[in-house]
């Protein structure tokens, strides 16, 4: 698997230099997980941020009776767990494979190690986060009319 490939098919990417998506997967970590193995649960401390590069993974949350209630299904090229690199809070939900999913795992240690080098880069990846939570919301806004 080419890294700066699969990078730059990531709206976590989108904007940044030829030499900082090289960085960046030379930072990254490869990982592949079978189906129905979670990737992290709800409550976990967050020390990293997943680029799914193939496959697919439900977002669950624990609701009131225990039970794990289905938010959202992510398919290539999303990203998840950037809140807790963000607010350095715990996971807010789980994350769970549907489909064999190779991962490239960004640590929290490795994005600031960038920032240090490429700081403009840097804040083009926080607008992205920035840009893709903002969609995220707007869905969920939707979603919450609909059901009202």
Avoid: W
Wanted: aromatic share 6%.
């Amino acid at each position: 698997m080419n890294k700066v490939t699969q990078l730059q098919k990531s709206r976590l990417f989108e904007g940044l230099l030829p030499e900082e998506i090289e960085m960046l997967a030379d930072l990254t970590q490869h990982r592949v997980v079978p189906p129905g193995e979670l990737i992290f649960e709800q409550g976990d401390i967050g020390d990293c941020l997943y680029l799914l590069v193939a496959g697919s993974v439900e977002v669950l949350q624990q609701g009131a009776d225990n039970s794990p209630h289905l938010i959202a299904r992510l398919d290539a090229p999303s990203f998840f767990g950037e809140m807790s690199l963000v607010d350095k809070e715990f996971r807010s939900a789980s994350i769970r494979t549907t489909a064999e999913a190779e991962l490239l795992c960004l640590s929290n240690e490795n994005l600031h190690s960038f920032a240090r080098i490429y700081r403009n880069g840097f804040t083009l990846v926080v607008i992205n986060i920035a840009r893709v939570l903002s969609a995220r919301l707007r869905e969920t806004n939707q979603k919450l009319i609909a059901i009202s």
